[in-house]
């Protein structure tokens, strides 16, 4: 003869229902991206996701393979922000005059590189990008739901009134 | 926390960590599936971008392949099909030119065509494409005219 399963008390229902809801959370957060800032640290999956995104555009300008010297990287919202400095492999220096901006040299500021990127179905995508930008990209990339804080963590986001 | 709660935090945990190793795993472009569905999913998010969040569809006019580049040339409308009011939208494209038409060059890797750069046509000349081609993609893949451009007459973007 079995004992019949103990009836679930309210305590254990209420640990269940926890348990789930942070199960819920955490899986949520992955398929949409993170609600919080991260800064992705070297070796995250994420940063190396997004770095390999930029990658074949900057080898195309740099003309010619290209590490990056990581000056920023972050992700919210379901948005992505990096901030790199290309070089060749093993760090050598890339001159303006070997990359396709050869000519167009005066109105930049050095090889900088931001890149906006977007997760789409799990997905990251390159959105846009800059190379040598004069002013911050963020006064010409800020707009639909770009959130300031990829720029400024410090930015406080206000609800606007109703 | 009981066992079934553990149970219940623990698969959700194996979904979690699933999800997060396919995102970074991009798929094969699969057999048979349509190049011109690969790259129209691939630039959408700039166009969504472009049109700050806003509901768009977008009608390739020319997608062409050479090796591993392809460049497309699309219009993006409401989802009903009609044009944008460019005047109504955010950031560069408020002195884009109807009907709203963004060029992109891609490039495959890994089984997944990549965004490299897209431009818009703007009023004013040069057109997108001079800034894409510098990128130099093989000969023979363009740069190409969107057919409509010929509407335009004398004042339609340098080529």
Known sequence: ?162 | MNRLGLLVAFGFTVAATTARIAASEPPALAAGRAIREAVIEEMSPHVEWLLGGRPFVLSPVVVRRVEDFAHVCAVATHPDGSALDLADLPGPVGTARPPLTISALLRLRGGRWLLLAARHESVSPPGPNEDLFRLDPPAGLGPVDCPHHQNWGSDAPRR
């Open chain 1, 1 to 162: 003869m079995t004992t019949p399963p103990p009836r679930p008390t309210p305590g254990r229902l209420r640990g269940t229902l926890a348990a789930f809801l942070i199960a819920w959370i955490a899986a949520t957060a992955t398929a949409r991206g993170s609600e919080t800032l991260r800064d992705l640290p070297p070796g995250d999956p994420e940063r190396r996701r997004l770095l390999e995104l930029l990658r074949p555009v900057m080898e195309r300008e740099m003309r010619g393979p290209v590490e990056f010297r990581v000056k920023l990287a972050r992700t919210l919202r379901g948005w992505g922000l990096v901030r790199v400095e290309p070089q060749r492999p093993g760090g050598s220096r890339i001159a303006l005059g070997e990359t396709v901006f050869a000519e167009t040299s005066s109105s930049m500021d050095g090889l900088t590189t931001d890149a906006l990127f977007r997760l789409r179905d799990d997905r990251w995508h390159l959105v846009t990008h800059v190379v040598g930008p004069t002013d911050a990209a963020s006064s010409n990339w800020l707009f639909g739901d770009v959130p300031m804080r990829l720029w400024n963590p410090d930015f406080v986001e206000v609800e606007a009134p109703n």
